[in-house]
């Protein structure tokens, strides 16, 4: 992953066809009636696929992780060709895909050649995930905000200029994102533990989801090879129900989230010179309300009120987006 403020070009495969306008669907964009259109959202945990026809959803499938950031190469090509049997075979003129982790050409090149045996002479297009979601909020400009496995923020303004605050990986950053809420959650139990003190309600509740007895144990499960990003990532449901049962610390931790996505969505917004819309989106960003909060009191300090919570799920987007780049 690379600390670039500017995503890349999208790639395509063409196949030589192009989007006409002969055909709207309810998004705005145009797709022509014979034109199928398969929409991918590949998260850090899951991989959906939606088939449309007649700009139409007819087949809408989840399996798993098919982004290579988070699985081996051959993982994600047996999750690929299990989505794809689900969805149907058959002719496809568009496959539009949003994945995390597409920083360079060579990453949406790669995962391109993964999608293109399965539709042979579709038009392929690889982006980051948060350009899914801005288009499934129903605007064209404005900073999507990503709240999932993983964080980051992206941006368009009416000049076709682009931007992005995080989205570096777990590694590097992730701030307010499921596995930075799972990581804290460790790091506050093992706090706990060097300073004698006796497991709390967040601990006790981390301890039995992991399947382990003691705070110190924690430390060899988390550098286990067998558990990883989305392992730690499926813990923050626990951080989110205590802070909901009136835990303080995890109320601070989810609160932290949400201010560390609406800074970078500023940071966004900034760049690119725009007032908004910010739109909220992902498994947190769309289920936590405390989150949703924290996210909206931060931004409106720093005068942005034009803030939207996701109601539909980013692949709903792809129908625009194949629309405009035709």
Known sequence: MTNSDNLPDAPSVPSGSTVPSDSTDPSGSTVQAHDVVIGLDIGGTK???VRFERGEPVADESVGS????????AEAAAHLAELFAKIGQGPVSYVYAGAGGIDTDEDAAALAALIEPHVPGARITVVHDSRLLLAAGGASSGVAVIAGTGSAAWGRNGHGEEARAGGWGYLLGDEGSGYWLGREAVRHSLRRMNQSLEPDQLTLALLESCG???????????HSPSTGRRYWAQQARLVVEAADSGHRISQQLVDQAGHDLADMAAQVLRQLRLDGPVILGSGLGMNVVRLQDAFRTRLAAAGVTDVR???RDPVFGVLQLVGEQG
């Open 47 to 49: 991989t959906r696929g």
């Open 66 to 73: 098919s982004n290579v950031q988070n699985v081996s190469r």
């Open 212 to 222: 382990v007895d003691d705070p110190n144990k924690l430390i060899a499960l988390f």
């Open 309 to 311: 919570v996701l109601d």
